[in-house]
């Protein structure tokens, strides 16, 4: 088989990171450079990060802060 025949059947692998407790900017940060790595890369492979954040709000690129609706006691 040609080298480019086995490269047309070779299939992306599954890397998982299992970050446990992680802040989330922290774990932003470390998506932000496995996205830089593997579009470099050409692989294929896909990376798959499996955490916990601490409470956190995310509000949406058309979000604002006039959004988020909290009681006192939250």
Do not use: K, W
Not at 45 to 50: S, T
């Amino acid at each position: 088989m040609s080298p480019d025949a086995r490269q047309s059947v070779l299939r992306p692998t599954v890397e998982a990171h299992l970050l446990g407790l992680v802040e989330f900017d922290a774990c932003l940060e470390l998506q932000q450079r496995l996205v830089y790595e593997a579009s470099g890369s050409g692989s294929g492979n896909i990376a798959l990060l499996v955490c916990e954040h601490p409470l956190v709000v995310t509000v949406g690129r058309q979000g604002s802060r006039s959004h988020i609706h909290l009681s006192h006691h939250e």
